[in-house]
């Protein structure tokens, strides 16, 4: 999955968990970009009383360089706090909740933002108020509306949200770590040959799962830096976006009921910049280090980039279907593409009208050229797929990511860099089978962007158990 319970310290805090980060230039004013930061992944819509929310105690920011040096020129900070308003009641609400200040709503949860550029703190917005979990056609019977409500425009040009909305992040969770079997190709598998006579259907298995959303829509001016012009291939153009989440150094346990005190400075617990980066090539052991360090330390990985560890297993795990990837494995040559689409940006000259490149820092960033518009019909296969505005140019909702990533492993991006190498056949192809098509609630056409969360009344669905 992209993010979700990637670590093992950060599987044990959902909401300090960075599941999902999106960039892109808005396809709804293409004068700005949106960037969404997911947390608080895998939820069940109708896990009440207590619905999900942010960490009252948790820091969240959304970093953005746009200079190359891995390290934030422009930062918003989130952060939040929750009001009980009927303390002898254990219900989340006690009838309809209307609007986002219904007396119905028993749990209700604010945020203040602040923006953080040139050593300076400005408060953009203080007490905004969140939306309600969708919790059923009774309590939150005009769910879009609330939304709609919680939608500020502010006085500096962002677009802000926070709240529950739809995962739309597909996967097929329960067959890629079986052993990484791919459903559509399951029956070459080493040991499926045993068991899957054909290829198999692929289960999307974050559907009807909710997320929480940190959604900002940003005038390109407040993210890039000044210069004369920001064409395709000036490097004014991109910014590296990555998103993080900390808590404080201590935390003390109240005694006999007393609330607990979280003291010192704040530490960093979970980043999250490409998708699948800390998930697939990250070693198990180094997790939750690389979950506390800074982009500007991921030199320290870059080993693993350039031979990672499931470009070896796919051979092995079907056999005679990767020959050329299983000889360019054993050469033992590094990665240099994989070098180049996670952690420096793509440079001018590989790609015909193309560069995100950020310069020499190796650095995970989501890395964005703000100059190429969006695309009028969007490829999921973003770059692959001959669409300039997708992934790896930065991530929009609707990117196949898992197939993106699973092709580039697979040795259909070695040709950028090396273009005697041959990709094998079954490269252009692997894919888990999903497709943004096998996300139930509709992405919508405008910000937030992410579908309405599914209601717990609904979901699951009653013949899912069928």
Not at 287 to 302: C, G, I, M, Q
């Amino acid at each position: 999955m992209s993010s979700h319970r990637e670590a093992p310290e950060i599987a044990k805090d959902p909401v300090a968990d960075s599941s999902d980060l999106y960039a892109f230039v808005s396809p709804d004013r293409p004068d700005s970009v949106t960037v969404i930061a997911n947390y608080v992944p895998l939820q069940l819509p109708s896990g009440g009383p207590n619905f999900f929310e942010f960490g009252d105690d948790v820091r969240y920011e959304i970093n953005i360089d746009n200079d190359g040096d891995g390290q934030a020129d422009v930062t918003y900070r989130f952060e939040f706090t929750t009001e009980i308003t009927n303390p002898n009641s254990f219900l989340y609400n006690t009838g309809p909740i209307d609007s986002l200040d219904s007396p119905n709503w028993n749990r209700r949860q604010f945020y203040s933002l602040t923006r953080i550029a040139d050593g300076r703190e400005h408060r953009l917005a203080h007490k905004l108020p969140c939306p309600p979990c969708n919790v059923g056609p009774l309590s939150t019977p005009k769910y879009a509306e609330l939304a709609r409500q919680a939608t500020y425009t502010l006085s500096t040009g962002e677009r802000v949200f926070a709240g529950q909305r739809a995962d739309g992040f597909f996967v097929d969770l329960g067959a890629i770590f079986d052993l990484g079997t791919l459903r559509p190709f399951q029956q070459l598998h080493v040991a499926g040959k045993k068991i899957f006579k054909a290829e198999g259907d692929p289960v999307n298995a974050t559907d009807r799962m909710n997320v929480h959303s940190i959604a900002l829509q940003i005038p390109c001016t407040k993210v890039r830096r000044r210069a004369n012009r920001y064409g395709v291939t000036d490097r004014a153009s991109v910014i590296g976006v990555w998103t993080a989440a900390s808590r404080r150094q201590v935390r003390v346990l109240g005694d006999r009921g007393a609330a607990d005190t979280p003291a010192g400075p704040f530490t960093q617990v979970s980043r999250l910049g490409n998708p699948l980066f800390n998930e697939v090539i990250v070693p198990m052991a180094q997790k939750d280090v690389w979950n506390s360090l800074p982009p500007t330390e991921d030199k320290r990985f870059a080993k693993f980039v350039e031979r990672p560890e499931l470009a070896a297993l796919l051979p092995a795990l079907y056999p005679d279907v990767f020959p050329n990837l299983d000889r360019l494995n054993k050469a033992k040559k590094a990665r240099a593409d994989l070098v180049a689409i996670l952690l420096t940006g793509i440079p001018e000259g590989l790609i015909d009208g193309f560069t995100n490149n950020t310069g020499e820092i190796q650095a995970d960033m989501l890395r964005l050229n703000t100059a190429i518009p969006p695309s009028r019909k969007p490829d999921r296969f973003g770059v692959l797929g001959g669409d300039l505005a997708g992934f790896p140019n930065g991530r929009r909702v609707t990117d196949d990511v898992v197939s993106i990533s699973l092709r580039a492993i697979a040795g259909l991006t070695v040709p950028l860099v090396d273009r005697a190498f041959q990709p094998d056949a079954a490269a252009a192809a692997v894919t888990p089978g999903l497709s943004a098509a096998d996300v139930t609630a509709p992405f919508l056409g405008n910000f937030p962007y992410l579908g309405t969360p599914y209601d717990g009344f609904n979901n699951p669905p009653a013949d899912s158990a069928a």
